[in-house]
């Protein structure tokens, strides 16, 4: 009895949801990822929505580090780092990492949500100041809320719109510019080297969330401060090994080794949340390697990118501007993007159609992912299916 009033307003609300084209199902595979993945049918199709940019989450060398740290190291810690969860491979993948972005220190979080939501109340009050661009992802959102800093929001990569705000924040102690380095959405990248402009203007630091950028941007895959030339001259990264580095689970917060000393000493989600399994760290540490070694997955990635986005342009499809590896086909309508979604599915291509409140109200989309993994024939395959439905829906003449 206690139950049933809730389960209908639940039910009700659900209900919305699904008339309104926005109820989002799990489509279950059943093989690694990676390009070519199979359905729970058991039908083969291309794999256009996955994080796995550089095609490592099946990389035999990463499955074998893996392997090896489960004989070495054991399955899991069952400990938070500063009581007993602390073993040499997750001291080295610290070291890596800080290596790779050129930064002070590196430390290690379950994941970026909780790299991102145990960043700021640790380090301001409320006599400071956090100036945060609109389109930043959930994970900063939500860790800012935790902050009583004074919030600021500027336009999405609105260089104006982030002067003013500074400027209305000179009456705070300290400053933190945050931004996403990649716009997971949108797939356009920050405009950073005029944001350290401002900072230095404005007596302000930096922190940028790597997470979609991080082996992708850049010539070596730095990311973003690779990209403007400011390697280890932001204050704080943070970034995610499920993404480019693996597609595991993981995070890390990288920057000046003063605040990771004050976030290993107060950010709550590293205080009190189990460190990575071993085998993660391992297979971290060999990704790191690797992409440090050569720029080869990083080259088929941007050639990839390129050829995907010059052809479903030439094609028609209204594409947003992207710098990244994340093309956003732009549709709209909630039910049109969940509509295409199944028919090219039916083509064989597994996309997924994003809309509010993934994306703003009227701004629904398909977001395709592009791989290194993909061949050109994968991609031809893509962009025929698109053109095909694409015209079967009206969508493109």
Do not use: W
Not at 189 to 213: F, G
Not at 306 to 326: C, H, N, R
């Amino acid at each position: 009895m206690r139950y049933q009033d809730f389960q209908k307003h639940l039910q009700s609300e659900l209900e919305e949801i699904k008339n309104a084209g926005l109820f989002k199902e799990e489509r279950i595979i059943t093989t690694p990822q990676r390009a070519a993945i199979k359905v729970k049918t058991g039908e083969e199709v291309l794999n256009f929505c996955s994080n796995n940019y550089l095609g490592l989450s099946d990389n035999p060398k990463l499955i074998e580090a893996a392997k090896n740290a489960l004989d070495t190291h054991g399955f899991g810690m069952s400990s938070v780092r500063f009581i007993c969860g602390t073993q040499d491979l997750h001291k080295k993948l610290e070291q890596t990492i800080s290596k790779f972005f050129g930064t002070e220190d590196t430390i290690l979080y379950a994941s970026c949500f909780d790299a991102n939501g145990g960043l700021f109340d640790p380090l301001l009050t409320d006599e400071d100041a956090i100036i945060s661009d609109t389109l930043n992802h959930a994970s900063i959102i939500d860790g800012v809320r935790l902050c009583k800093a004074v919030r600021y929001r500027y336009a999405n990569a609105d260089m104006n719109d982030l002067e003013a705000k500074l400027k209305e924040a000179q009456k705070q102690r300290f400053r933190l510019i945050v931004t996403d380095g990649v716009f997971s959405m949108d797939g356009n990248v920050a405009p950073l080297d005029k944001i350290y402009a401002l900072a230095e203007k404005y007596n302000a630091m930096v922190m940028l969330d790597e997470s979609h950028s991080a082996g992708v941007v850049g010539k070596s895959g730095r990311g973003t401060t690779e990209l403007f030339n400011l390697l280890g001259k932001v204050e704080i990264i943070t970034g995610t090994l499920g993404k480019s580095f693996g597609g595991a689970i993981g995070g890390f917060t990288t920057g000046k080794k003063e605040i990771i000393d004050m976030l290993r000493q107060r950010s709550r989600p590293y205080l009190f949340s189990n460190s990575i399994p071993p085998l993660i760290a391992a297979a971290g540490i060999k990704a790191f390697t690797m992409l440090s070694d050569d720029n080869n997955l990083q080259d088929k990635l941007h050639e990839n990118t390129s050829y995907f986005v010059s052809k479903m342009q030439k094609a028609g499809f209204d594409i947003k501007p992207t710098e990244s590896s994340i093309c956003a086909v732009m549709l709209y309508d909630a039910k049109l993007s969940q509509v295409m979604a199944d028919k090219l599915l039916d083509e064989g291509i597994y996309v997924i159609g994003f809309s509010f409140p993934v994306v703003p109200k009227g701004e629904a989309r398909i977001r395709v992912q592009i791989s290194a993994a993909h061949e050109r024939e994968h991609l031809d395959k893509c962009i025929q299916a698109f053109i095909k439905v694409g015209k079967e829906l009206k969508v493109i003449g």
